[in-house]
């Protein structure tokens, strides 16, 4: 769990990104067709980490093992801050523009809204289940992922 984890923060989404929106640009590999959908969620992303970063200044709110006497930690943060996940809403805001956009640009558009489901929820229980959120921060995390990415896709024309 806490390596996958670590596949829902930011620091993974934003090299992936990076190296998303080179190869798209460029066109390389072919995949030019997907350069609006990287931006879409590089922008969802951007978004999501604005709104995250400020509420957890605003409510700084303790993680578990700062609270709980018996809290299994199994992962470190630099963070103290628990609310909201930040892993959740970034995975989740990147997930709901994929889910949005499946059949735009997949032709196994319902595999690919499967998968974005499934990996969602993947990251959401290990941020509870490594110990560094509480159920409802996870919640919350959730609701600003998919308002951003929604916001975005709506908002957005590219």
């Known amino acids: 769990m806490p390596h996958l984890t670590d596949i829902g923060g930011i620091i993974f989404y934003a090299c992936l990104f990076i190296v998303l929106l080179l190869i798209t640009r460029k066109d390389m590999f072919g995949l030019k067709k997907y350069y609006p959908l990287v931006k879409l969620c590089i922008c969802s992303l951007l978004l999501c980490v604005l709104i995250t970063a400020c509420l957890k200044l605003f409510f700084s709110s303790p993680r578990p093992s700062l609270v709980l006497e018996h809290a299994n930690v199994l992962t470190s943060s630099y963070d103290p801050n628990s609310f909201p996940s930040g892993h959740t809403a970034t995975t989740l805001s990147i997930m709901t523009v994929l889910f949005l956009k499946a059949k735009e640009y997949f032709n196994n558009g319902n595999l690919i809204m499967g998968l974005a489901v499934a990996y ?17 921060d996870v919640l919350i995390g959730g609701v600003i992922g998919m308002v951003s990415g929604v916001v975005v896709v709506r908002c957005l024309k590219v």
């Open 120 to 136: 969602a929820i993947m990251i959401a229980f290990s941020r509870i289940y490594i110990g560094m959120h509480f159920p409802f």
